[in-house]
């Protein structure tokens, strides 16, 4: 697997890191992680519906330097802000026999593990993202195409959660939202990363592993 941090970058440029991976990945097999904080930005994913997603008008996003992209991941609109880890993994999800249920549970999981690693408990729910007792942590987000992964997931870590209020995130307004700083953890995101990325590579060995048992025994999921 070739992994990649980049830090805080623009949103722009984390979508052509991602074109970029994606190429390499159709041409060589070989799994991408990117890893990176974004700039202020709103995306909209495929069930977005433009006019019902912001709690703030056009003028007041400008105003706090919001940026807005339409992207073709699922879901709808989320929030990227420094001091949140993004993740895009780009995977060869048709050459590993993994379906796109078990690869979002797959992300969901690991991050759940790598949140408990810091003595917060977390757990999920019938919608996707990550949650805690006190609110929702981190938001999930895919597109399949041609076999491989794009886009992924991002976890509030200790970004400004106030910046929420300008959107109805995942199609909620005043959704209760969680971080690491919110609960007196503080990590670099950098190390944040590092460590996320030593817990999804062993869940997802094991994930492979499960998948070729299943074909061995001649299950079909």
Partial sequence: MIIQYSGLIAYQLGLDQQQQSFDLVKTNGRPILLGCEHYPVITLGRRSEALNEFVSSTS??????????????GG?????????????PIVPLREYEISVRDFVRCLETTTVKWIELHKIKAHLTKEAGVYTETGKM????????????RHGISINVHNN????????????????????EQRGVYVELKDAFDQWTSVFITELIALREQTMQR???????
């Fill in 76 to 88: 709808q609109a989320t929030l990227h802000s420094p001091g949140q880890l993004v993740i895009y």
């Fill in 138 to 149: 981190a938001f999930v987000g895919i597109r399949v195409e041609s076999g491989i992964s």
């Fill in 161 to 180: 959660l106030d910046l929420f209020a300008a959107i109805r995130s995942c199609g909620v307004s005043g959704r209760p939202l969680d971080s690491l």
């Fill in 60 to 73: 007041e996003l400008k105003d706090r330097g919001l940026e807005v992209f339409e992207t073709d991941r």
């Fill in 215 to 221: 074909k061995n025994s001649g299950f079909s999921h």
